[in-house]
């Protein structure tokens, strides 16, 4: 019954195609393609907004004494003074440049470009359970979107209390002198979370409910698993944090104090509240990054995925400990001593399914055929990156050496390992590698590969000396070190880390040069130019409207490359049928 | 494969026919409100009345989720669904809670 | 689409369960993680600052709010009765329960605020005059968490009214109670959180 | 470029010190393991022309060597952390005796006020000294720490002490000086704009200069 | 005039702000404004008709001894004074003199010149220069920093909107302005707790602060009856009454004693901004 509802609709789209306004296929689309397009131009936008707020922070470390920034004049006063970066703006940086970054940068780019791009067509159907609600979740990142960017033009300036907005500092305008750009975030983080939750409602609903004839569980791609994973993460972390932002906006505007101790409120509770929500975010940053790993090292390598099911096994661990670790960033905050020690070991313990996956993603490549293109070489560099932020991360959970080096330079050293080294590294492989499935082009290799060289150098020449200028005790959100006696010594390496931080911001300029340049100089792409064995592959680039003719059917694993009773090819796809092939390789 | 549409399709008519006793429910929650109500007001320790209450209300979530939210009559996989962000809840609340302990 | 077409392409199983109601399943996991930030925040705050509560019927009208309790009882039965009248294809009360369902709905929000309005102009609390989200704790969480689920009494009321104009047009039928059965379950969520707080921030 | 943590001056700093290296050993390690094996792949099983992948799903052995060895390592690794910390932090190893000071930051000092020569908080000889933290080496320090406004972190990075100060709360914090020295308090959460220049200076005296200090302080106190 | 520009853009919240970023909408529409209030006013002054107000603010019996500022902790502003050390400012006293009271004609003026010019409130060695400052409502106070260190600058008016800004280094300046009379708005930098400053706002030009010696003097006021107000951090404020001839100079003078300390004073030393209503609390220090 439900299958009949399900092709109905699907012809429906078909047809509906060749009816639609310009407005309702390109902007007001219900199209699960042009949904993930939309989000990929707004969050590489975005993408570039916190890099440039990154880049002003980085001047600002690197030369606290000079000012004379440069086109320091084209800011307000309130915001940059005869050249000098004013503190109150630099608060405003580091904060809107998390802010910015993680919610409006990554995690849609995660999840909003790719779970929408890739779940409908790497299950084979056509298109998402509820279109319209899919719709909806972009949209609403607009406001939230246009609040941010606004708020940085009111009186007062933009929200200044850091990402994890801790109260009360971000709940007391007359603390802060910013007000009203406060509240505008927290609007803007209502928004985030309705979207979030909007979209993560369809991509579970339609992973759960959908899925082609043949495509079990365990057939299904690594990528949809972590999509899925993440999916549930959003959707029983992000209502928290709604609340919680909430209930911030109440104590700012109609004198509530949840959080306000003169109240009888608890800043600590924020903290809980607030790292409920953002250590299963931080999950919710990387899950899926390890999924296009998978994938993309897979195809590169041309073999499996090295233990399929054990990646899986890993990924749903990592989700359920992403719920019972949040206190680990809490260990200074003044909360209760014992929960630190229950938080340390069940902190320390994610650090197995990390190592199973480094470990598979290893095995993975192990005796491989490796093709090392632009985006398998993003795939490689995740894996390394991320093995690096996930050993710092080891530094922080033991909860001793915590004390020293919490809230110092080597957490944002770890962060932006995971992050950038992980999560973005993990996006570009993924641009690099769907591109021609989303525009029918190739982006060029050559472009590509410097790109990859110039990111990795630089990226490491940023991020790893932070590590060194945590051990100093270099404090996060410093607006000038200079001051300190412990902090002497280390104005060289700032200015490295500055000037590398400008190289990796130019950089980013390369890719998306290609990126616009091969959407009309590209080469033209066929429809499997990697020879990959996923659903989506076996579609035309770009896919139609409503994506299949006929909703395919799967009869292999995901990931079948070199297979030894195929002998023409080295992959099977997964909706090819064994009698036509193989009668063997229809295991697994 | 077939089947499986098939059954959820006839599992469907099975119990449009059979009418939870709607109702019944209905006198039974009715019943727990005034219950709650009166033992509210009781005299008796607080913790008394603070857990009698708990249970109650447990209970009458409980009616209204298992008949009128039909969970008595979904498959297994569903009910899964439903029970999925309990632990979560629970978690963050003890959790929370050992600030005070 | 003719059944042979289809034969062999079924898709995966699932959860046997329609997508819709799957969906609104899944939305209602997210809205118990709203309401649970909410009421967790309420539990931790009251036990930090036990002695800014008042005594249940003290402030808070009880009798009022349990009669308010019992019409959003009220409200789930027609809730299902309608979708028992779609089921057998009983369009005189697919009709009769939905308007039921929603005028019990709105009259529960005209409650409500008559409530709050008496609250705010009409009791002393703690030496200042008016029960507000700013006085205290107990006005904070108190608003909060019932303004949160008169906000979305108010959401639910309005697809009510939007299903029952529907049931008018003929739209819902023993072939369509999907939207009746989805929209219900969202209907008895809001009474289930009901239910919670009724009993945790009138009685308790 | 010295990246190198800061000389240690305190009991705690020790352990911390020491468990700081271990890990950097352990992950040393692995970091050598999983990149130069990244290395190696790369170039080992570079594509070539006509050569074909080894196929295979994976080894349930490995997975299990990799899953417990780790395993192992972090029980023993979170073990030893949570009886450190247990050490460092736990309310039944507070010091009984130790001399306590009450610390407040706000917007953007601290403010330290003195036990006097009584040795006791809250008696009439106490004075409050901004931006100036004194103690005596070698004996156990309490510090009673409290904000007025926002979240502030009392850090003191040679004495390896950190420790946020909640508004609304009243954190002890304990620690024992090894050597005599002069440091700073930083501020390590962001409090404001004011954040960066949130510093005090540490003094840690002999005993005797510490009375010495005290008494000089007495005059003001007095008024 | 940028600050100016931002502040209005900010008011069409956002979305329009942007919006209206390239054009200068915003920025013309401000000098129209000015211009339209100067015009006037301009006018209002006749040289024939005015004159001028001085007198005294006098201060009998003991001088209560001023607190001794620990600046020790910020060597580069302690090394700006003598062997004694700063001391606070509340009441300085010479020659039967009391410094840093405002007075200000608080009754009987009608229609006044705009604000013209800009007050200056600079940050000398740690504290405000002037200690005590007078500006007319909608007139640019020109807030800057001669000490090489980070001074916040924290104005919490109950009547105007407040400001809370910093200056990192020296010679950076900032513009604000209140456009509203209020009689005081504290100022306190955060960075050095003892950094106090008041600024009296009113709607015309005709106020003073009185100088070291206690003497201050207000011209061009235009002949009539006034009633005069002055105003002191310690001993709160005082009335007289004025009759103001045309050429003539008439005196106003104002006595304080030790004594009168601990009077009900609007603006004491602590201020406290009530969270959420935004209202002053005065609470008053032992």
Known sequence: MATIVAEATGQAILHEEHEQSFLRKYIFSTDHKVIAIQFLIYTLFFLMIGGLLAMLMRYQIAWPARGELPLGGIFPESMVASGYILPEFYNALVTMHGSVMVFLAIMPMLVGVWANYLIPLQLGTHDMAFPRLNMLSFWAMVPAGILTLASFFVVGGAAGAGWTLYAPLSARPDLTGVGLGQIMWLAALVFIGLSSILGSVNYITTTINMRAPGMTWMRMPLTIWSLFITAILALLAMPVLSAAGIMLIFDQTIGTSFFLPEGGGQPLLWQHLFWFFGHPEVYILILPAMGFTSEILSVGSRKPVFGYKAMVLALVSIAFLGFIVWGHHMFQSGMNPMLGLTFTVSTLFIAVPSAIKTFNWMGTMWRGNLQLHSAMLFAIGFVAMFAIGGLSGVFMASTPVDIYIHDTYFIVAHIHYVLFGGSLFALFGAIYFWYPKMFGRMMDETMGKIHFWLTFILFNVVFFPMHGVGMVGMMRRIYDSTGYAHLQGIEDTNALISWAAFGLFASGFLFAFNFFWSLKKGRKAEANPWNATTLEWQTPSPPKHGNWEEIPVVYHGPHEYSHPDVEDKDWLAQNERPDVVSPAAGSH | MSEAGGHAASAADDHAHEHPKYMLIWLYLAILTILEVLVAFLAIPKWMIVVSLLIMAVWKALLVALYYMHLKFEPNRLRLVALAPLPAVAIMIIAIMMEYV | ?204 | MDWALPPNYSTFGVVIDQLFWIILVITGIAFLLVEGGIVWFCIKYRGREGARAHYTHGSNRLEIIWTVIPAIIIAILGAHSALVWDDIKGSSNRPADALEFLVVGKQFEWNITYPGVDETLGTADDFTVRNQFHFPVNEDITILLESEDVIHSFFIPELRVKQDAVPGMTIPVWFDATQTGNFEIACAELCGLGHYYMMASVTVHSAADFDAWQASQAPAAAQ | MRSHFWNRSAALLGVVAMAACGGGGGSSEGAADDAGEAAPAAAAVDPASVGTISGMANFGGMVPTMEAIDMSAEADCAAGYGADGPMAQNVLVSDGGLANVFVYLSEGVSGAPAASGAAALDQVNCRYTPHVLGVQSGQDIEISNSDNLLHNINATPTENRGFNISQPRAGITSTQRFQVAEVMVPVRCDVHGWMQAYIGVVDHPYFAVTGPDGSYSIANVPAGDYTMTAWHEEFGTMTASVTVTAGGTAAASFDYNGEMAGADVPMGDALVLEHGTNRIRVERTQ
């Not at chain 3, 909410?38 to 019927?57: H, K, M, N, Q």
């Not at chain 3, 009882?73 to 929603?102: N, P």
């Open chain 3, 1 to 204: 689409m003719a059944h042979a077409a289809t034969a062999g392409r079924v898709p995966e199983r699932g959860l046997d369960v329609y997508t819709q109601k799957v969906g609104m399943w899944v939305f209602l996991c997210s809205e118990v993680m709203f309401f649970a930030g909410l009421i967790g925040s309420y539990v931790v705050l009251r036990f930090g600052a036990a002695d800014t509560w008042a005594e249940p019927g003290d402030v808070l009208n009880v009798p009022v709010t349990a009669f308010n309790t019992f019409l959003l009882i009220c409200s789930s039965v027609t809730m299902v009765k309608a979708f028992a009248a779609a089921q057998e294809g009983d369009q005189r009360g697919i009709k009769l329960y939905l308007l039921l369902t929603t005028l019990l709905g709105a009259t529960f929000l005209g409650v409500q605020v008559y409530e709050y309005i008496e609250l705010v102009l009409h009791k002393s609390w703690q030496g200042s005059h008016g029960f507000t989200p700013a006085a205290g704790l107990y006005g904070a969480t108190f608003f909060t968490m019932t303004g949160f689920h008169g906000f979305h009494v108010l959401l639910g009321v309005i697809c009510l009214a939007w299903a029952t104009i529907r049931a008018w047009r003929g739209h819902w039928g023993a072939d369509n109670t999907h939207g009746i059965e989805v929209l219900g379950l969202y209907w008895h969520f809001v009474d289930l959180v009901w239910i919670i707080l009724f009993t945790i921030v009138y009685l308790i």
